[in-house]
């Protein structure tokens, strides 16, 4: 009698945990997303408007010293999004493996292993900063030199990111497979995700192997801009499809 109860208690915990999971979970990850979003905009593309001047190492490197603080910023978010990613990586298994266990578990491996190269990546940031510190050491240098060093620092940022991103695509994909086939979510933000990847892959192929490749193409960065931006609002709003989330996360339990 008493195992009976017990059994029945799990069943019923289970339960509670398999209905709350769904519900609570996409919210999260729907801020999740939008941190990063917001983070990434900061770290990628606001501060280095601010502080990069193409061309001209020098010009650069000065920028970059009078306005260390804008610097360490762009650093600083650059965290917050990987701390974001982790957990993210995390919660989109939970909420996909029920369509797959296997190519969710692949899905988050990609992701996470974008997320440590892109973590690795970032001493090229603190390289620059300690090239621009003053240091006694760096009088081995002159003022020349530890311009070319730093646009050099700041040149392997960029194909540390580009090679981060190379990683990032199959899991794009992944994802976009996934959606399309849970049930759960609306199919066309896996037809998203999907055209997404093929953006990814036409950029991060050109940009680590074509010399001649240069600023993203308006019509790769918009569906990639599109999914990346649905997707989380989705998740805020709508969340899940509860009943069909339910439906199918027994068979993978």
């Not at 680590?208 to 490749?213: D, I, K, N, R």
């Amino acid at each position: 009698m008493e195992a009976t109860t017990t059994t029945l208690g799990n069943m019923k915990l289970r339960n509670r945990t398999a209905d709350r999971s769904p519900r609570a979970m996409p919210r999260l990850a729907g801020v999740l997303y939008l941190v990063i979003v917001v983070a990434a905009i900061v770290a990628h593309f606001y501060i280095p408007a601010q502080l990069l001047v193409p061309g001209d190492a020098a010009a650069t490197a000065n920028n970059i010293l009078a306005a260390a603080p804008l610097f360490r910023l762009g650093i600083a978010s650059e965290f917050v999004v990987l701390l974001c990613e982790v957990v993210l990586s995390i919660i989109l298994y939970v909420l996909l493996k029920p369509v797959s266990k296997t190519l969710s578990l692949i899905a988050v491996i990609f992701r996470l292993v974008m997320t440590t190269i892109h973590a690795i990546n970032l001493l090229n940031s603190f390289f620059v900063l300690l090239l621009l510190s003053g240091a006694g050491y760096l009088a081995a240098f002159n003022a020349d030199q530890v311009h070319a060093l730093v646009q050099l620092f700041l040149d392997a940022h960029s194909y540390g990111y580009t090679i981060g991103i190379a990683f990032f695509t199959p899991h794009v994909f992944l994802l976009g497979y996934l959606i399309f086939k849970s049930g759960y979510f609306p199919r066309i933000l896996g037809v998203l995700f999907i055209l997404a990847a093929c953006g990814y892959l036409i950029d991060s192929t050109g940009l680590l192997f074509v010399p001649s490749y240069g600023t993203t193409p308006a019509f790769i960065a918009l569906p990639i801009a599109i999914a990346e931006i649905a997707f989380p609002l989705w998740l805020l709003i709508k969340g899940v499809n509860v009943a069909q989330w339910n439906k199918r996360a027994p068979a993978v339990a």
